[in-house]
């Protein structure tokens, strides 16, 4: 039992070094609200970027800091034999995006915003495991979790020029 216990060790701190490109996202139900159309002109690009960058950089750096730190202490629980409780993962973002999502009318950044918090969001919709026996797979869950967040911030780096 010590090896897998080994091997979830390592799974979680890979799982950690994933997160360096991560950014947020919220979920369908708070993902970019609907806008009606205006006879104004859309935002640019540029501006709505310059709103959400720094923001959204910002959640990321927190998240990510968050998760590793409650994977680490996961990590030393599941060494020690107990059930990691994975808590850490219950974070609600919907606020720390609502802000930014409700100053960018751009509808390609909106987007973008709305991918990142629907990763986000994915987190408290991955089923915690009953027994550590299911950690392993749980810590997969996590990690396919990362890699869908990660890749909607880079969609949104790479839409602003980042």
């Known amino acids: 039992m010590g090896a ?7 799974a979680a701190v890979t799982l950690t070094v994933g ?19 205006t006879m104004a002109p859309e935002q640019s690009l540029s501006e709505a970027c310059n ?5 959204v950089d910002q959640l990321v750096a927190d998240t ?14 599941l060494l020690s034999g107990s059930m990691p409780s994975f808590d850490f993962l219950t974070l609600t ?9 409700s100053q960018v009318t751009n509808s390609e950044v ?11 969001n994915g987190f408290g919709s991955i089923e915690r495991p009953e027994s550590i026996l299911g950690v392993p797979g749980y810590l ?15 969609d949104l780096r790479t839409l602003c020029g980042g």
């Open 19 to 37: 997160l360096a490109a991560c950014a947020s996202e919220e979920s369908d139900a708070t993902a970019a609200p609907f806008k009606a159309p």
């Open 140 to 154: 997969t869950a996590i990690g396919d979790q990362v890699a869908t967040l990660s890749a909607a911030g880079q």
């Open 64 to 77: 990510e800091a968050e998760i590793q730190a409650g994977l680490a202490a996961a990590g030393q629980e």
């Open 51 to 55: 709103i959400s960058s720094h923001a």
């Open 93 to 101: 973002f919907s606020g720390a995006l609502s802000s930014v999502e």
């Open 4 to 10: 897998a216990r080994g091997a979830a060790l390592a």
């Open 110 to 120: 909106a987007a973008a915003i709305g991918r990142i918090g629907d990763g986000l």
